[in-house]
């Protein structure tokens, strides 16, 4: 498999919404390179007709009814949490 | 008696009160501030919490099984009393507006959280070095790490601080800091504890447990927990706590082979085959038995995880809460996230990426689940053979500070022994079984059948 190059890399930090440094894009590039290298020897066990596991336990679809669950907490107390707000509402920079 | 026990007779018989055991532990916490345990303390609710209590007991009404009795919780569960950090910078001012399931089911038997232990941020590692607020010490060697991921709350059980502190377990993060510090540390089977109102890591391993010095008293602690949550839809139905383990007789133990070769320290082999002389001693058989699958466990889990924790970690936007920092909308998104995750959260978001990514889906994702079912067929091939399988928690006792901090791959090989009970979901527990010549603890690690909880406490109990 190809070696992750400083492109990937940015594009990867890109799509995770993650403004790396210079030195962190380096240093991630050598990291992540490493242990990509470790992960790959998974290539070597054949798995094919083998069903992959999400879950560990014998719970299989587990819904509840569609109502809505008062949980206790209200607007203000959820507004609170919000690094900034303004008439009720959380306040975010301009978009356009 | 327990300790727990011991604390909940004086509160109950009046030699002591609430308020004298929850006084006298914030008092051993602040004897102890340079080992960096606490992130925050909540000694003003837990006063009042203390108050209440008395005030109860004296009118004569029912406190509950842990009436009075002072405990530590890791800083990745929502309480009320201080912040809730995650040990992060995004989280340093978030004032939970709710508790966590495992935390109000503890409250109301009477126990009286006193703090916010330190962590890995996020969960994210095993030695607490890689926290927002600094490392936690080894509670036998100062120069030595805490483990991790949850450090704080098994130290401030090994000295004594509390009886027990509780502390979430996704692929070691319980067993191998009571391995480090010399106390029992419970991973019970995936479901058994609700994780509502705890920062998810990775959905399908995170398991909540508690960190006691006995046996008995982590039972106590965990059958309090343990249980169905309709706000967690993977809590199974019926706790494994909830039914005891009558079964009389000698078990089965299987030693794992493939955890005792090579790159595993010589003093931890030592302890653990002294564990297993002593199962021998009491009547118990034990074999060897091997688990190839071993080889690529760790592997599998640095490839599961990384995907769900990346996913886990979207939510944090600098938008509805959490730390904000940037001019313009997508400036918010990069910049808070940046600022607000440790390096450690960042290399694994980007992992998870990767492997999730278009094009290695298949070669990496998909193959470790898969692997992983590889895996958990040659656990019930092994459990078709034993009742109980043993290997020990981590290759190495305490390593030193900063002894792995420049390489993520050597961190990430101490998990090599904790990570495989985690992708099989797997009950394990990590019970001392001696100590080094310098003295540094060594545990080892006792591995159930799913929901058979109750088994390992049996045999944790009879060998403690």
């Known amino acids: ?38 992960i790959e020897q998974l290539s070597e066990l054949d798995t094919s007709g083998v069903q992959p596991t999400y879950m560990t336990v014998d719970l299989e679809n587990v819904t509840r009814a569609d109502e809505i669950i008062d949980y ?5 107390e959820l507004l609170k949490l919000a690094p900034e707000q303004a008439g009720g509402q959380i306040k975010v920079p301009k978009v356009l | 008696m327990s300790e727990i026990a011991k604390i909940v007779d004086r509160v109950k018989s009046g030699k002591s009160s609430a308020m004298e055991e929850v006084k006298a532990a914030l008092r051993r916490a602040e004897d102890h501030e340079g080992y960096n345990i606490f992130i925050n303390m909540t000694s003003e609710r837990a006063l009042g919490r203390a108050r209440e209590i008395d005030k109860k007991l004296i009118k004569g009404e029912d406190v509950g099984a842990l009436a009075g009795v002072p405990f530590a919780v890791k800083d990745n569960y929502l309480t009320f009393g201080a912040p809730t950090t995650a040990a992060a910078k995004m989280l340093e001012s978030f004032d939970a507006p709710l508790q966590a399931t495992a935390v109000e089911k503890l409250e109301a038997e009477g126990a009286i959280c006193i703090g916010k232990t330190n962590l890995d941020a996020y969960a994210h590692g095993g030695s607490t070095e890689n926290s927002y ?47 480090f510090n010399g106390v029992v540390g419970i991973k019970p089977t995936y479901g058994t ?34 249980g169905h949550d309709e706000r967690d839809g993977t809590t199974l139905p019926n706790s494994p706590l909830q039914v005891p383990y009558l079964q009389k007789g000698k078990m089965k133990v299987g030693i794992i082979k493939d955890c005792m070769g090579d790159g595993v320290d010589t003093e931890v082999k030592a302890a653990t085959e002294q564990y297993v002389k002593k199962l021998t001693d009491a009547g118990h058989s034990v074999s060897e038995v091997s688990l190839p699958m071993y080889k690529y466990a760790l592997a599998i889990y640095y490839i599961v995880v990384p995907a769900e924790v990346c996913s886990n970690l979207a939510r944090y936007d600098g938008i509805r809460y959490g730390y904000r920092d940037g001019k313009t909308l997508s400036d918010v998104f990069g910049k808070s996230r940046d600022g607000g995750f440790m390096p450690e959260n960042k290399r694994r978001i980007m992992i998870g990426n990767y492997v999730l990514s278009s094009g290695f889906f298949d070669a990496y994702y998909l193959q470790a689940q898969k692997a992983r079912t590889l895996l958990i067929n040659e656990y019930d091939k092994a459990f078709k053979d034993h009742d109980v399988l043993l290997s020990p928690v981590a290759p190495n006792p305490a390593f030193k500070l900063g002894e792995n901090t420049a390489d993520p791959l050597k961190m990430y090989l101490e998990d090599i022994m904790t990570v495989p009970p985690s992708l099989a979901g797997l009950p394990a527990f990590s019970v001392p079984a001696g100590k080094t010549k310098a003295g540094l603890p060594v545990g080892v690690q006792l591995i159930g059948k799913r929901k058979c909880d109750a088994q390992l406490f049996a045999l944790a109990k009879e060998m403690e």
Do not use: W
């Open chain 1, 72 to 76: 206790g907490l209200g607007r203000e």
């Open chain 1, 1 to 38: 498999m190809a070696k992750i190059t400083k492109d990937e890399i940015i594009h990867l930090a890109d799509l995770a919404n993650l403004t790396l440094s210079e030195a962190e894009i380096e240093q991630l590039g050598g990291d992540l390179n490493n242990i990509v290298a470790y």
């Open chain 2, 193 to 226: 504890v609700s994780r509502y109102g705890v920062v998810a890591m990775a959905s399908s391993t995170d398991v909540m447990g508690c960190f006691t010095k006995e046996v008995a008293d982590s039972e106590l602690v965990m059958s309090i927990m343990a």
């Open chain 2, 133 to 179: 607020f600094g490392p936690t010490l080894n509670a036998v060697d100062k120069t030595r790490v805490a483990g991790g991921s949850s450090g704080g709350s098994a130290v401030a059980v090994a000295l004594g601080i509390v009886p027990f502190a509780l502390g979430s377990d996704t692929g070691g993060s319980i067993r191998q800091p009571a391995s």
